[in-house]
């Protein structure tokens, strides 16, 4: 089988996401193409995958620009195939923000008129050295607001890697 792992990433976390993901599904045996929407380059050639998944990250509510022109241009052919879309999200890390990370993701499907077979919410990370001072801003007063950390100077990562490879085992299965 041929996967097709599709990606947009701002600070780093959703490309490890994808790349994890790409060696778990060689790892079981099947061929991956890992594609970086922000290239939109290279001959790929969704149509020969059999089933494609797509992993964002949210900022500022919404998902990378360069994915939603991903799915917007292959919007038929990832209509035909089983399709997996998975949103990265800090909101995803708290129990209370489980309704914001599932609204960012209906958003994204509403706006660009697609239902992927199956989509899945994980936690993103903080990374300080990614950051300037807007972002730095934004992430402590709109994305955290009154959400502690442990050691707010330092990064986290909350992505649940073993939640994650479950479901990849799932959808692509043996
Ligand atoms: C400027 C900025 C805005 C963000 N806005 C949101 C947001 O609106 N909602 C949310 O849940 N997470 C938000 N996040 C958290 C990111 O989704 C999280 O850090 C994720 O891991 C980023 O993935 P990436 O490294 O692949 O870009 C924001 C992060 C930054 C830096």
Request: hydrophobic share 30%.
């Given at each position: 089988m041929r996967v097709l792992v599709a990606f947009g990433t701002t600070e780093g976390q959703t490309g490890k996401i994808a790349e994890a993901i790409a060696s778990q599904v060689r790892g079981m045996g099947h061929e991956v193409e890992v594609f970086d929407?922000?290239?939109?380059?290279?001959?790929?050639?969704?149509?020969?995958?059999d089933k494609i998944i797509v992993a964002a990250s949210v900022h500022e509510q919404g998902h990378q620009e360069s994915v939603e022109v991903f799915v917007a241009a292959n919007r038929k052919t990832l209509q035909a195939k089983p399709t997996m879309f998975v949103s990265v999200s800090l909101?995803?890390?708290f129990e209370g923000g489980m309704a914001d990370a599932q609204g960012y993701a209906d958003a994204f499907f509403d706006d660009l008129d697609w239902r992927p077979s199956q989509s899945l919410l994980i936690a993103g990370a903080v990374r300080?050295?990614?950051?300037?001072y807007y972002k730095e801003h934004i992430l402590e007063?709109?994305?955290?607001?009154?959400?502690?950390?442990?050691?707010?100077?330092s990064d986290h990562e909350f992505t649940d890697w073993t939640f994650l490879a479950r479901a990849i085992k799932e959808f692509v299965g043996v």
């Open positions: 929407t922000t290239g939109l380059q290279g001959d790929l050639n969704p149509e020969l995958c909101a995803a890390a300080h050295g990614a950051y300037g007063h709109v994305v955290l607001q009154d959400r502690e950390l442990d050691n707010p100077e």
